[in-house]
């Protein structure tokens, strides 16, 4: 059973930046796939970002392209999300989510991944 613990949430102005963290137990965890989802109140969970497991194909959401980042340490076993030029509407609880690799893809349908964290609240207030 592989846990995933996000960490780097808050509250921030619009404009602003915040890094999301996900640290992960699995023992194979460079080659596992990536991605951050999120949920707003009364929406459905949406993705946000996504990354194979080499880490060299970045797939962003419209919503946040240019703005976030997502990256990942194998050293560490965590994973990223930068977040910046933050605007209200990306206020949400964010979840990283992640998944033994099949291809060399990113993925970005969340029935795809296995694992989950308990997710982040991130607010951004205008």
């Known amino acids: 059973q592989v846990q995933l613990v996000e960490s780097g949430g808050g509250l921030v102005q619009a404009g602003g930046s915040l890094r999301l963290s996900c640290a992960a137990s699995?023992?194979?965890?460079?080659?596992?796939?990536m991605a951050w989802f999120r949920q707003a109140p009364g929406k459905e969970r949406e993705f946000v970002a996504a990354?194979?497991?080499?880490?060299?194909?970045?797939a962003y959401a419209d919503s946040v392209k240019d703005r976030f980042t997502i990256s990942k340490d194998n050293a560490k076993k965590t994973i990223y999300l930068q977040m910046s030029s933050l605007k209200s509407e990306d206020t949400a609880v964010y979840y990283c989510?992640?998944?033994?690799?099949?291809?060399?893809?990113?993925?970005?349908?969340?029935?795809?991944?296995?694992?989950w964290g308990q997710g982040t609240q991130v607010t951004v207030s205008s």
């Open positions: 699995a023992r194979t965890f460079g080659t596992y796939i």
């Open positions: 990354n194979n497991w080499r880490g060299d194909r970045p």
């Open positions: 989510a992640a998944s033994p690799a099949q291809d060399n893809a990113a993925h970005t349908l969340d029935w795809e991944y296995h694992y």
